[in-house]
């Protein structure tokens, strides 16, 4: 006799964002991306992803209805992951996910529905974590943080931060699996800026394998070159992530190990605060980030 199996939905929704933390998500190595929508995460658990605009065969008014039949159905069941930041001016028409009976389905309406009933809500990206590029000055479109707009509109629901630009596919495998298994973080399991500490935990400037020329005080002058990275912008030094012993592309390589330097691309100040990516911060941002440079 086989093995019950428990179906976990899933909601995946994406506001303002280039659609790269589904890319991401997409190329997942172990397990594969087959394996995380058809099989079990973990022995007996297996998430049914419900709708997903670039990742479902359905379109239209028919699959965006799915996501208001999961909230009814499935009360305090359903993960709401929310990809891209949320646009709110002009009443949220800035973003709108389709229609339902001749009626916008704005981003910022369907992620309050969705996560008023929510088990959890994970913001993939530091676009949804943080508010990210679309968020950044002028922000003409009042882009906001599933953070901020869940204080905005007074949403007090469980809120886990998976950001990066994108974010590791095993970052965000990674923490729906331990939900699975553990059920929500606890706050020892967390940073202050809602990230999991099992992958946001780190500098990367302490696992960087050009930190030897920094504490020699040998400063690359352009990308590539041998030196530390420092001078022409890395945010390595202020910036958390397990990227340097993680590695991208099912572990070939990573921005500094290619010669450019980190960006700082999953921390709340991008990048409005991290621009230009090639200069390095003012005197300012050090007091602020408590770094001592040589």
Known sequence: ??????????????????????????????????????????????????????????????????????AKKRPGEYLLIVDGAIPTACDGLYCTLGEIDGEHVTMKDLTKELAKDALCVMAVGTCAAFGGIPKGAPNPTGAMSVRDYFAQEKIDKPLINVPGCPPHPDWMVGTIASLLLNGLPKPEELDDNKRPLAFYGTLIHDNCPRRGYFDAGHFARNPSEPGCLYEIGCKGPYTYADCPIRHWNNGVNWCVGAGAQCIGCVEPDFIDRYEPLFEKLDEESLDRFKIRTR
Request: glycine share 8%; proline share 7%; charged share 10%.
């Open 1 to 70: 006799m086989c093995a019950q199996v428990v179906e976990y939905p899933a909601i995946w929704v994406a506001g303002a964002a280039c659609s790269g933390c589904s890319v991401s998500l997409l190329n997942t190595i172990n397990p594969s991306i087959q394996n995380v929508l058809v099989d079990p995460v973990l022995p007996g658990k297996h998430v049914s992803l419900r709708f997903h605009a670039v990742v479902m065969a359905g379109q239209g008014e028919p699959v965006l209805k799915v996501t208001k039949e999961t």
